[in-house]
């Protein structure tokens, strides 16, 4: 553990694997590392917030969503509005859509199997990002692999959801999204449609009160740096190593490095 900082408008707490699933708490605004706790339960996440954060100076509380952190920072911090970044439900969206095309490649002719090349390329691209060739490619699979091109267009409206302004309009939208599911292709779906009738509120919360960019990046970039050290240390190991060198202010261990790596 560290030393007590000052309390952050917005708190960060995110599940990452430090040799063992541990919990990751951060000052989102200023990108700073306030603590390392070696699980995800959810005693220790408690006592750290009793005994380190003032409960009346925290605004916003950004977490992986998991519902040990939540039933903790609504007992803990009942006045702050719980965000969950959107991106944990974008991922949902791709892996769906994988799923779709792993299932979809079985049994197909070696012709076939030619006709949807690059595939999981094309796949994992929006479609304002694929050029006129991956269109032609995408029309032509319409005809042949119609699950995996409708599929295709229900992650791509899922997407667009979290283009719109207001929690309101992203409400609407998502609604409307969840009426277009196929039956054929509810199954493939159902992790997602699970995760934003679980976490919706938290998950639209971003979208009225969104977080610093830099603030997501320095948790990937925490996560990287992380696996990018041999395997086999300790818990401590790892947290030593992450603080190498590293600023320490008021606010906490400059984290603004993991960010740019």
């Keep these: 553990g560290l030393n007590k900082f000052r309390t952050p408008r917005s708190l960060g707490i995110e599940s990452i694997l430090a040799v063992k699933p541990s919990t990751l708490i951060s000052n989102v605004g200023n990108q700073a590392i306030l603590n390392l706790i070696p ?139 969840t009426s277009r599911i196929a039956p054929k292709l509810s199954s493939y779906f159902e992790p997602l449609v699970d995760v934003m009738s679980d976490w919706g509120k938290e998950l639209f919360a ?8 830099r603030y997501f990046k320095m948790v990937n970039g925490v996560v990287d740096k992380i696996n990018s050290f041999e395997r086999g240390g300790s818990f401590l190991a790892v947290w030593a190593a992450l603080m190498l060198r590293k600023e320490i202010s008021t606010y906490g261990v400059c984290g603004t490095e993991f960010a740019s790596e």
């Design 206 to 213: 971003s979208i009225e009160h969104p977080q610093h960019p």
């Design 39 to 177: 699980n995800q339960g959810k005693s220790e996440l408690e006592t750290y917030l009793l005994e380190n954060i003032d409960a009346d100076a925290v605004n916003f509380v950004v977490i992986t969503p998991l519902d040990s952190y939540r039933e903790v920072v609504k007992r803990v911090l009942p006045q702050s509005v719980i965000i969950v970044n959107k991106e944990h439900a974008l991922i949902i969206a791709d892996n769906s859509l994988e799923r779709v095309r792993v299932a979809n490649r079985v049994g197909l002719s070696a012709k076939q199997a030619l006709k949807l090349r690059g595939d999981s390329e094309i796949l994992s691209k929006r479609y304002s990002e694929l050029d006129a060739r991956d269109k032609i490619l995408l029309l032509e699979w319409a005809y042949d692999f119609p699950l995996i091109y409708d599929a295709y267009l229900l992650k791509e409206s899922f997407y667009k959801v979290w283009e719109k302004k207001s929690v309101g309009e992203a409400i609407e939208a998502h609604a409307e999204w």
